[in-house]
């Protein structure tokens, strides 16, 4: 014989579970009649107070309404989730027959486009890159390049101090000392790529901030030849094939002799035109021998080793090479002027 509750509670949930119209609907009906609070439970709770001839037929009973109860609301489950699944997919279908988007990619700094292809000519030619801080000690920055507190190549660097030992460096050089100082006494040959700060009223040709690559060589018996047999290479491998050279004679503090290096003038090659103001030759950058008095403060010993040290500016290899017209746009982040290098 059917217990009467059991069959009330089979037709309610039955009934509910045809009325559940939503997976939060059918979850509820569950957790209705299957919760440990719940009359269906209390129900199983009274089995051990029924007499031991009826308890097998009421065990038999509870098991089989749970089961239907349990079989319904899976069902049921299922064809609410496949629907719920079908309004999802029928909301964000995609008209694969539309245009696509084309990917609006950006372009990149002519900065960052000659650092990469400078770096990668040194590379080649067995260079090592270092890295150094823009904050600097002054003894890295000046003393240990052989620019002492007194020295009248101060007036033209002396520029944005944190204290009075600590500013923002003046020269990639300061990045030079740090490797002599790491590899005293071991040949070295590195390239230091990276921005430098100097007291300068920004214009057209001009900035407070502006990035160099500078190259330091030391092993023995190197000399001049050395130096102009790289930069040389360097020059053709970054301007063209036809390009020349020619060194001047210069002054720097850390380099003795010291030059400055002239390229032949790409728009009249060599000629004389008013690009070149007609001698044929646009300065490029400048270098030398490094100073004995710079290795000795370093830890070299310059009777047995000797070098060359060589700096670019970044900015003006970019303008020669580009004909960008002011330095300032190199920083201004308009996306007009980096849209030209954009790759096609």
């Known amino acids: 014989m059917k217990n009467e509750k059991l069959s009330a509670i089979l037709k309610q949930a039955l009934s509910d579970?045809?009325?559940a119209n939503s997976l939060e609907?059918?979850?509820?009906?569950?957790?209705?009649?299957?919760?440990?609070?719940?009359?269906?439970a209390s129900l199983g709770s009274l089995i051990s107070s029924l007499p031991d001839e009826e308890k097998k037929d009421f065990g038999r009973e509870m098991y089989e309404t749970k089961t239907q109860i349990?079989?319904?609301?899976?069902?049921?489950?299922?064809?609410?989730?496949?629907?719920?699944?079908?309004?999802?997919?029928?909301?964000?279908?995609?008209?694969?027959?539309?245009?696509?988007?084309?990917?609006?990619?950006?372009?990149?700094?002519?900065?960052?486009?000659?650092?990469?292809?400078?770096?990668?000519?040194?590379?080649?030619?067995?260079?090592?890159?270092?890295?150094?801080?823009?904050?600097?000690s002054d003894m890295n920055n000046f003393e240990l390049l052989n620019i002492p507190h007194d020295h009248p190549a101060r007036d033209m660097q002396d520029s944005f101090y944190i204290d009075e030992n600590t500013l923002l460096r003046t020269h990639t050089s300061a990045v030079q000392a740090h490797e002599m100082q790491k590899y005293k006494g071991q040949p070295i040959r590195v390239i230091c790529p990276g921005k430098t700060f100097r007291r300068d009223d920004d214009d057209a040709t001009h900035s407070h901030q502006f990035?160099?690559?500078?190259?330091?060589a030391i092993d023995k018996n190197l000399n001049i030849g050395n130096l102009k047999s790289t930069l040389e290479l360097f020059v053709k491998k970054m301007f063209g094939e036809k390009r020349e050279?020619?060194?001047?004679?210069?002054?720097?503090?850390?380099?003795?002799?010291s030059v400055e290096i002239d390229i032949t003038c790409a728009n009249c090659g060599g000629k004389g035109c008013p690009m070149c103001k007609d001698t044929g030759y646009i300065e490029?950058?400048?270098g030398g021998m490094v100073n004995p008095r710079v290795l000795e403060l370093n830890g070299y010993n310059p009777r047995e080793y000797s070098g060359f040290a060589f700096g670019v500016g970044i900015e003006r290899v970019a303008i020669l090479r580009y004909g960008i017209d002011d330095i300032r746009k190199f920083y201004q982040n308009d996306v007009r002027f980096l849209h030209q290098f954009k790759k096609r």
């Open 17 to 19: 579970i045809e009325q």
């Open 25 to 40: 609907d059918i979850n509820a009906v569950r957790n209705r009649y299957f919760a440990k609070k719940s009359e269906l």
């Open 70 to 136: 349990a079989s319904s609301l899976d069902e049921k489950n299922q064809k609410l989730a496949a629907l719920e699944l079908d309004k999802k997919l029928q909301s964000e279908a995609i008209d694969i027959t539309l245009p696509g988007r084309g990917a609006n990619l950006g372009a990149r700094n002519p900065f960052h486009i000659i650092i990469d292809e400078i770096t990668d000519i040194f590379l080649g030619m067995g260079y090592t890159v270092a890295d150094g801080p823009e904050v600097e």
């Open 211 to 216: 990035a160099q690559i500078e190259g330091l």
């Open 245 to 257: 050279i020619r060194l001047r004679s210069s002054y720097f503090p850390f380099t003795e002799p």
């Open 284 to 286: 490029i950058l400048g």
